[in-house]
T-cell receptor
Framework: ETGVTQSPTHLIKTRGQQVTLRCSSQSGHNTVSWYQQALGQGPQFIFQYYREEENGRGNFPPRFSGLQFPNYSSELNVNALELDDSALYLC?????????????FGEGSRLTVL | GESVGLHLPTLSVQEGDNSIINCAYSNSASDYFIWYKQESGKGPQFIIDIRSNMDKRQGQRVTVLLNKTVKHLSLQIAATQPGDSAVYFCAENPNTGNQFYFGTGTSLTVIP
């Protein structure tokens, strides 16, 4: 069984740039959620994708957007990067047969905005 | 225990002792709770979950207790090992949505 994989693992951007982060869900899972984790804090929900559509969104501005593809993989896009966007971005998959709602996380993408 | 704030609560225990990590959750409508373990540089790892129709659930060396009256959750780790050193998060899921709300975490250090 393949777990959740994310890429890239680390990246550095400058203010105003755009970034795309990628996630492959765990085998059999059809739902992908994205979380932002600032240093020393718990993860905060950005949004969730199910059947290629956004299925819930947290308190994040529209410059945070996403996609889900037919194979259930997903992308997180952030436009007009700000310094406060520096964080660990976590993808979590869930859903599918046998899953009762628990989230399974990838190792994250560490974004630094300079 | 966990709380929203600037400082990460810490807990130090001797190897072999039992650990208890506490969490106060905020939403009385939450009906599903998960404990996660996060090691440095890694993503959160699922430990154990519990639904609101239960007050106790046991796993391998771990037990989760849920007190809905006072909105309190605890994670008990038996015979704590050095490999248990990590930050532990409780996450709650209100039945109104798809998102989980995480606390700020408790840092557990196991002293050999």
């Amino acid at each position: 069984e393949t777990g959740v994989t994310q890429s890239p693992t680390h990246l550095i951007k400058t203010r105003g740039q755009q970034v795309t982060l990628r996630c492959s869900s765990q085998s059999g899972h059809n739902t992908v959620s994205w979380y932002q984790q600032a240093l020393g804090q718990g993860p905060q929900f950005i949004f969730q994708y199910y059947r290629e559509e956004e299925n819930g969104r947290g308190n994040f501005p529209p410059r945070f957007s996403g996609l889900q593809f037919p194979n259930y993989s997903s992308e997180l896009n952030v436009n007009a990067l700000e310094l406060d966007d520096s964080a660990l971005y976590l993808c979590a998959s869930s859903g599918g047969t046998g899953n009762t709602g628990e989230l399974f996380f990838g190792e994250g993408s560490r974004l630094t905005v300079l | 225990g966990e709380s929203v704030g600037l400082h990460l609560p810490t807990l130090s225990v001797q190897e072999g002792d039992n650990s208890i990590i506490n969490c106060a959750y905020s939403n009385s409508a939450s009906d599903y709770f998960i404990w996660y373990k996060q090691e440095s540089g890694k993503g959160p790892q699922f430990i154990i979950d519990i639904r609101s129709n239960m007050d106790k659930r046991q796993g391998q060396r771990v037990t989760v207790l849920l007190n809905k009256t006072v909105k309190h959750l605890s994670l008990q780790i038996a015979a704590t090992q050095p490999g248990d050193s990590a930050v532990y998060f409780c996450a709650e899921n209100p039945n109104t949505g798809n998102q989980f709300y995480f606390g700020t975490g408790t840092s557990l250090t196991v002293i050999p």
